[in-house]
């Protein structure tokens, strides 16, 4: 054998030889390997030390030892701004093939990325497989990445990033691969329907993603977003193993992001996380325009780990046909026509309507839209701070509530024409705040539904002092909004009753 690695049958023989425990200049007991279709990644004491196959798959090459030593600082650098302690640098591996040493003097042989070990069953894919993963970890997860998403710098609108061209290229080539994989074969027809279904979204999609190039919406993104690259370590969310061999794939639209996230959960059979991720996403990033895009690339999402199955399937991987087939038919699912429907709540404040608006989410996937949210995202404000302004003043004015409610319209049209049913989350008390929403559920073809949430006015102020005092709810209303809501109130009534729903927040 050359000492040079530069087949897989070499890498294979290498990465053997690397399960002595004395290979390792740190405390090693075993060493047990864990290969992917792109690299090998052995499991030694406290750490772990990944290797890159030597291939080249097209969408990526990882050819030449030179290559590898770029692409491992690449996978230090871009993953240490979500999992900074876990990438700790790459190392070379010298020595002989047949006596490897990590991280040892002399000719290098390969090179590697040394992390730091976690759990491997805090992996979310196999809590969630075990029934262990807890809701809170999911919506954890979508706050770290809409915080990332929003500290992460932007492409420019003349680069090479995020254009039609860029965003179709990936898609076309993952049909391409595809159609010539023995693996996918036996599911031509179901790959030609999606191929002409991606063109078409293409044709259609063309101005919306040039105006979220110009939106700053396409960013250096992680990449590979699905559950098997995120752990729920004590309490917290590790992201990790993000795209470093193509920055085209890496320099995309935050919305395929999470669309990889969305689609993993409803491969996995986890609707209601799916939904309580995207809620929480959407909620603090206030992208609700990304939802134009998210069919699209949950498609795209899904034929890519499709690809990724035929990859698996001609390495012989168990079970990896099935997950081509899987893949392929939630991709189609994901074609069919939406039917969405508006709901929006009418109540006086602490009556409810959040907690039945969150019940919407939960079991049905609609979008929420909270005007305590929104509100405080339009002056800035996070939606847990507190703004200080008393009863029609500061962002509580006449003009800050239309600018809410405006808000709040636009953003309910967007998700609406994007197939996905919205329910409104605000007082509603005025009839001429009710009206525009019934006229664009009139105006999209979609049922409307009027939410009437009614309690007590005892229960109501006492929610109302338990909720200020502890401090942690978006709405800033005391017993003072309260009488003024009392005051004004209008009623569902007339042409509007036949919408109406009543639910009664004390059963």
Request: net charge negative.
């Amino acid at each position: 054998m050359s000492d040079s690695i530069d087949t897989l049958e070499q890498h294979r023989a290498l990465t053997a030889a690397l399960r002595d425990p004395a290979c390792y200049p740190w405390p090693v007991d075993e060493v047990r390997a864990v290969e992917t279709h792109i690299s090998t990644v052995l499991l030694a004491g406290d750490f772990a030390v990944k290797i890159k196959k030597p291939l080249d798959l097209g969408f990526l090459d990882f050819t030449g030892l030179d290559r590898r030593r770029f692409f491992c600082d690449e996978e230090v650098r871009l993953n240490g701004r979500l999992a900074p302690r876990i990438y700790l640098r790459r190392v070379a591996v010298t020595g002989t093939p047949d006596a490897p040493r990590v991280d040892g003097d002399g000719p290098v042989l390969e090179h590697a990325v040394l992390m730091r070990r976690f759990p491997e069953d805090e992996l979310m894919n196999r809590l969630l497989d075990q029934g262990r993963l807890p809701g809170a970890a999911v919506e954890r997860l979508a706050e770290r990445v809409a915080a990332f998403h929003a500290e992460i710098p932007a492409a420019p609108v003349d680069g090479a990033y995020g254009t039609p061209e860029a965003v179709a290229a990936p898609a076309r080539e993952n049909f391409r691969q595809l159609a010539a994989s023995a693996a996918a074969r036996p599911l031509g027809d179901e790959l030609a329907r999606l191929a002409r279904w991606t063109e078409d979204e293409l044709r259609r999609l063309n101005p919306v993603f040039r105006r979220r190039l110009a939106e700053g919406a396409v960013r250096e993104c992680h990449g590979d977003l699905h559950l098997g690259n995120v752990a729920w370590h004590d309490g917290e969310v590790i992201v990790f193993d993000g795209i470093e061999f193509d920055p085209g794939l890496r320099w995309i639209d935050t919305a395929s992001e999470i669309a990889f996230t969305v689609m993993d959960l409803d491969f996995r059979g986890a609707a209601p996380l799916r939904h309580r991720f995207l809620d929480r996403y959407l909620e603090r990033s206030g992208d609700f325009g990304g939802l134009s895009l998210l069919r699209f690339y949950a498609v795209y999402r899904a034929v890519v780990r499709a690809k990724v199955n035929a990859f698996e399937a001609e390495q012989g991987r168990a079970g990896a046909a099935d997950a081509l087939a899987g893949h392929l038919r939630l991709a189609l699912d994901y074609t069919r026509p939406a039917e969405p429907e508006l709901v929006i709540t009418h109540g006086l404040s602490a009556s409810g309507k959040s907690t039945h608006a969150r019940r919407l989410v939960e079991a049905r996937g609609f979008v929420r839209l909270r005007s305590d949210v929104e509100r405080k995202r339009l002056f800035g404000l996070d939606s847990r701070g507190r703004s200080g302004s008393g009863l029609d003043s500061g962002i509580y004015t006449a003009d800050a509530t239309d600018r809410t409610y405006a808000r709040l319209l636009e953003s309910a049209r967007t998700a609406l024409e994007a197939g996905f049913s919205v329910v409104v989350d605000a007082t509603f008390l005025e009839s001429a705040r009710r009206r525009p929403f019934r006229e664009l559920a009139e105006a999209v073809g979609c049922p409307f539904r009027i939410l009437h949430v009614r309690a007590p006015e005892e229960v109501l102020r006492e929610r109302l002092r338990r909720r200020l005092a502890a401090g942690r709810d978006p709405s800033e209303a005391d017993e003072t909004v309260l009488d003024a809501q009392l005051a004004k109130v209008e009623p569902p009534v007339g042409d509007e009753a036949v919408f109406v729903e009543t639910v009664d927040a004390d059963r």
